[in-house]
């Protein structure tokens, strides 16, 4: 089959990617996971002038069902059941709008992979065959590897007109015939019927059964059940998929030290898969509540960086489209930006108030604490989007010794809400102590708790350094008398 060349109306209509406007813009060069904010197209672009190259790319976009998907969630600002912001997957001209979509950020794909490297594409039955071609034309069809069908088999559905659908499909194709696939890492256990068969030395379609003690190569239909209601791998993500599935993906296709991407991150199964097996990882997506999740599951160090540019749309969305349908008893809330954030939320200090915004301004936020004895507001997405949580606490000197009690972390609520406080460990990483600019120890979650240490009578200063699951920092500082 001979490359084609596609058309259809909307073909080529996105215009070149923007730079985006990174916050922050420093720590690029000393992390090599990424976790970015904000319009793919965008970011892709940003990567490929910045010189990055990936050796697999995994994306699992929207299918174009013309749905919206969202999470119910309790949310922490009252006794309310609100959705989290998540995604629109319907397009303005349908199919043709959504294949454009794709085809501009499967060019840049394209041009992020290494020679050596692969791409897989997850879809279902609306788009898949469309994509294809799609990629045929950008990767060549000489390039097409596998239609891998996953199926998820399960119980549920009822149809009268045609039979249950019960698969997606994931495009694999490479940069070039030189691309890697390791084989021994994806090897799968034979049935218990082969294996009786060459136990016994059946003759089997004119040959004896024999088996390999690794293990067989797995076909291209994969059953690997989705994540049931009870799992404890589920987080409540609408479209999270199961990590059996992007492990094989990752290992079959990369090797540790390798850097996976993944475009359209979501609750970050494919970055908790590279991290677990020692890859290097870049995810991207628009979500607050899937970049939360993400980067709970992911372990090592990484860069978190938000397109300003992008989020201050969506903070005028958040406010018009968000928080006017679902008030805050006994709160107020205020969508706001860098400055103009804080100034407004320095209006209303003496009441319940909820701040999203885009920025930290860490020294503008220090003035929301004065007059506040043993208070410390550090503000953390949680899953509504709400980021201002408060922390209390009290530094003590006496009888040469420093007694540091740390209670609970609690997020603003309305008057009696049953959801006031959360779990520290849900937005804090660790809390360490330093004497003197010399760190002592580190205070972990759970709290409350209480720390009683000698001082030799030299010491001047305390500092509890508290670092949320992003990796930002906050700091509180007192004076030892």
Known sequence: MSDITLNWPGKGSTPPPESPNPYPVEGTEDNRNF???GDNYVWLNWLLEKGVKADLIYMDPPFCTGNRFASKIRTRAGNLEVESLGFRDYWSTGMGNFLEMLRARLDLCWQLLKDTGSIFVHLDWRTAHATKLIMDEIFGSKNFRNEIIWWYHDPSGYT?????????????????ADY???????????????LYQAEKGVVSF??????????KPPEDVWEVPII??????RLGYPTQKPLELLERIVRGSSDPGDLVVDPFCGS???????????????????????????????????????DRNFLLKKSEELQEGYYQKNPSPGAKVIVGTGKKGIDEVLK??????HWWDIDYPWERVDELEKGKENL?????????????????????SKSGELIICIDDYEQPAGENSPLKKIKPEEGLDTINLLLDGKKISSIMPPFPQRFTLPLTGDEREVVLQVVDIFGRQRKITGSIN
């Open 35 to 37: 976790l970015l904010q």
């Open 206 to 215: 004119g040959r004896k059964t024999r088996v390999n003690p690794r293990g």
């Open 180 to 194: 890697k696939f390791n084989l021994e890492e994806v090897r799968v256990p034979y049935s218990q019927g082969t």
């Open 160 to 176: 009268r007109k045609n039979y249950l659908r019960k698969h997606d499909t994931i495009l694999f194709y490479s940069r070039s």
């Open 348 to 353: 209303h200090k003496d009441e319940e108030v």
């Open 376 to 396: 410390f507001l550090f503000p953390l997405y949680d899953q509504t989007g709400l980021p201002l949580g408060r922390l209390h606490y009290s530094l003590e």
């Open 228 to 233: 049931n209601s009870q799992a404890r791998e």
């Open 268 to 306: 970050g199964t494919t970055l908790e898969a590279a991290d677990k097996l020692g890859r290097n990882w870049i995810g991207i997506d628009q979500n607050n509540f899937g970049l939360f999740l993400a980067r709970k599951r992911t372990k090592g160090p990484c860069f978190f960086a938000r």
